[in-house]
């Protein structure tokens, strides 16, 4: 069997048995804080920061399926700033995250909390659920200059300053999506 469809019946079926296990998945009671302090968080300047456009001088585009990237890396040059152009062509909400591996970790544990309160379908966004106080001022807001989350059919974009030296990726941090394969390498020249 060709390697390509190989890969795309594994990924088909992980994508399946995820999205089967969150379908019967059972909501838990409000267990935490909400999404907010940023993808970041305090090791924010350790990936880079948010870019002028001013400052661009090259633009990547890139595409999101059911569950890859169309790019598996991304080279760029240290303290380089970059325009994304994110496409969402699947038929599931997909994120576009620039982060490490631990930053990615932590937030797979907030977007599972979005699912678990219905500010994330897989294939929608309650934008309504997402301003959502959840009581301590913290919201499920997914506004972080280093992300964009988006239904299918939609684009956005992300202008972002890399640092010197870091070891970073591009991943979706939608339950199941990251260890479904929806990661790649941000390689710094």
């Not at 678990?116 to 379908?121: D, P, R, V």
């Not at 992300?158 to 929806?182: D, Q």
Request: hydrophobic letters at 40%; charged letters at 25%; aromatic letters at 8%.
């Amino acid at each position: 069997m060709p390697i390509f469809k190989t890969s795309f019946m594994r990924r088909f079926a992980v994508s399946t048995m995820v999205l089967g296990a969150l379908a019967g998945y059972q909501t838990s009671a409000f267990a935490g804080a909400g999404h907010s302090g940023g993808h970041g968080g305090d090791g924010a300047s350790e990936i880079g920061a948010p870019g002028e456009i001013s400052d661009v001088r090259r633009t990547i585009r890139i595409a999101m399926e059911d569950n890859f990237y169309d790019k598996e890396k991304i080279i760029v040059r240290g303290g380089e700033t970059v325009r994304f152009i994110v496409e969402n062509k699947g038929e599931f909400v997909h994120e576009f995250n620039i982060g490490t591996a631990a930053m990615h970790a932590d937030h797979q544990d907030e977007m599972m909390m979005m699912m678990e309160h219905g500010a994330l379908e897989i294939d929608k966004i309650n934008m309504d659920m997402m301003e959502m106080d959840m009581g301590n001022g913290m919201s499920m807001k997914h506004d972080d200059p280093n992300s964009v989350l988006l239904e299918p059919g939609k684009t956005a974009e992300v202008i972002w300053t890399f640092p010197k030296k870091a070891e970073l990726e591009f991943a979706c941090n939608v339950p199941g999506h990251y260890e479904s394969g929806m990661v790649g390498n941000v390689r710094l020249q």
